[in-house]
């Protein structure tokens, strides 16, 4: 999960009076149930995929694994009034979005209407109680959600060495909403794994022969390789930055980070 800063969003001015205006009939009708609020928030979604260069922001898979959609973070059959609030919105692919069976392990996962409280007295019933309401689940618009997850081997989200107690938890609800450990995407990762390992591997090699001219032009093409791999742009980048650091007993992995 990355940090995407929301401050980009292109939001224009026509977008944001009908915003206004919409959201003011639905707060005026209370008994109004969410399914039949205009989705006019799909009209942003272009432009919240940009952010994360057509990536879902949850599990950073591209688009091709499902039909994106705009998520809101804080539902808004929970939040009605956050619902056409720009910064409640994520772009979330169908897996990680909507409840699924995951038919391979029997698994169900998916955000759907859930937003866990640690406190559910702390529910905020406005914008100013939003700072003090103690959510579960992480968020890739926080950038401390980031410092939380990292990966195993075998492509499921773990703890990360900073992750407090109450993170471990957060983290462990999130896979579970977010579907985290979908056996797709675990594949994915899987196989990124694989594709890593072998060109550190190749990479490596390289680097024993370095001062020779045809072996120093191989390594820069791997070490070019795998910049590709961490770049923000990049499918699964952050499952990528993790495999690699596993490798730090090489001494020219930091080359890689370096470059970035």
């Known amino acids: 999960m990355r940090w995407i800063d929301l401050t980009k969003l292109n939001v224009s001015t026509d977008w944001l009076n009908r915003a206004t205006i919409t959201q003011a009939t639905i707060d005026s009708d209370p008994d109004l ?23 879902c922001w949850y599990c950073e898979a591209r688009e091709n694994r499902s039909d994106n959609a705009v998520d809101h973070f804080r539902p808004k059959s929970k939040y009605k009034w956050l619902t056409y609030n720009p910064n409640n919105f994520r772009f979330a692919c169908t897996f990680c979005n909507s409840r699924r069976t995951d038919h391979a392990t029997g698994q169900k996962g998916g955000k759907g209407n859930y937003f ?10 406005n914008h100013a109680e939003l700072r003090s ?36 938890q957060r983290l462990e609800e999130s896979v579970q909403y977010y579907h985290l450990h979908h056996s797709e995407l675990v594949e994915m990762r899987k196989q990124l794994a694989l594709q890593i390992n ?7 090699d390289y680097f ?28 699964l980048s952050t499952f990528a930055r993790c495999i690699i650091q596993g490798h730090k007993d090489k001494p ?3 080359l890689l980070f370096q470059m970035m």
């Open 33 to 55: 149930n969410s399914s039949n609020y205009p989705n006019i928030w799909t009209e942003l979604k272009e432009e919240l995929k940009a952010l994360s260069h057509g990536k």
């Open 116 to 125: 866990p409280l640690f406190d559910p007295t702390t529910k905020a019933k």
């Open 133 to 168: 309401e103690k959510y579960i689940l992480l968020d890739p618009c926080d950038p401390s959600s980031s410092s939380i997850m990292m990966f195993d081997d075998e492509g499921i989200p773990k703890p990360s060495f900073l992750a407090t107690e109450i993170d471990k």
């Open 198 to 204: 072998e060109w550190i591997n190749e990479a490596n």
């Open 208 to 235: 024993s022969t370095i001062n020779e001219p045809v072996s120093r032009t191989a390594f820069t093409n791997k070490l070019k390789d795998l910049c590709r791999l961490i770049k923000p742009e990049s499918p």
């Open 252 to 254: 020219w992995i930091d």
